[in-house]
């Protein structure tokens, strides 16, 4: 068994310990996608809030790329799925942010604020949130 591991080139070794880890994500991943699929489709409406199309975030083909081998074809699909499903992700939970909250964080060291709030109110101005508040 040690023979046939150290003839491994060491990048492939290491891609081969990483896959449970990337592969291991996508059961968790689907069943996320399940119940933001419930959410979306029964709270958006009752929001008011538009329904957000998955295809504009999900796009899923790169697998008819000729030249690309059949794994590689397997890891476009899944990385197509898997970097689509979280934008959109991002894109629900932003647009129920900006509905139910709309306030920008407090600016810190290191914090990356998110695009969907550079419309958001600023953060600790009382009087805009009051405003907010009364347009609901």
């Known amino acids: ?19 449970p880890f990337i592969w291991g994500i996508s059961i968790p991943m689907v069943v ?15 929001y008011g809030i538009p329904i957000n199309k998955r295809s504009d975030y999900i796009r899923i083909d790169r697998q008819k790329l000729s ?15 898997a970097n689509g499903f979280a934008a959109y992700t991002v894109k629900i939970a932003g647009d129920t942010e ?12 290191g914090f990356v604020p998110q695009p969907h709030q550079k419309d958001f109110l600023p953060y600790g101005d009382k009087k805009a949130y009051e405003e907010f508040v009364s347009r609901k």
């Open 1 to 19: 068994m040690y023979n046939k591991i150290s003839k491994l080139h060491y990048k492939g070794l290491r891609h081969l310990l990483a896959l």
């Open 32 to 46: 996320l996608d399940l119940f933001l699929e419930i959410y979306h489709h029964v709270a958006f409406p009752l």
């Open 67 to 81: 030249y690309l081998s059949g794994m590689d074809k397997l890891s476009c699909m899944y990385c197509g799925y």
């Open 98 to 109: 900006k509905y139910w909250c709309g306030i920008k964080h407090s600016e810190g060291k």
